[in-house]
Nanobody
Framework: QVQLVESGGGLVQAGGSLRISCAAS????????MGWFRQAPGKEREFVAV????????YYADSVKGRFTISRDNAKNTVYLQLNNLTPEDTAVYYC?????????????????WGQGTQVTVSS
């Protein structure tokens, strides 16, 4: 079973940038598709981005397309999410998740392992 730990969240002003990371232990991430989701207070967890096992395919939610970039370094067993041009609407806890079947889905039930989340707060 793989364990996931997110880091890199924080407080940033609108228009700013952050890079958050998801480090894996226990198993290599090479065989997993990896996703990022986020959950704002009072809202359901929503899909942000996903990357395939070999980085050949990436998909983004419309709300972040052109601003966020997902990437992975399988040698470092780490997945990243670069967040640019942030707005207060991006404020949420960001979670990484692993899909052992390799699918690049956008639904939470498709992912079997989750990290504990990292808080991103964007001030106006």
């Amino acid at each position: 079973q793989v364990q996931l730990v997110e880091s890199g969240g924080g407080l940033v002003q609108a228009g700013g940038s952050l890079r958050i990371s998801c480090a894996a232990s226990g198993r290599t991430l090479r065989s997993y598709a990896m996703g990022w989701f986020r959950q704002a207070p009072g809202k359901e967890r929503e899909f942000v981005a996903v990357i395939s096992r070999t980085s050949g395919r990436t998909y983004y939610a419309d709300s972040v397309k052109g601003r966020f970039t997902i990437s992975r370094d399988n040698a470092k067993n780490t997945v990243y999410l670069q967040l640019n041009n942030l707005t207060p609407e991006d404020t949420a806890v960001y979670y990484c998740a692993a899909n052992q079947w390799g699918g690049t889905g956008t639904q939470t039930y498709e992912y079997d392992t989750w990290g504990q989340g990292t808080q991103v707060t964007v001030s106006s």
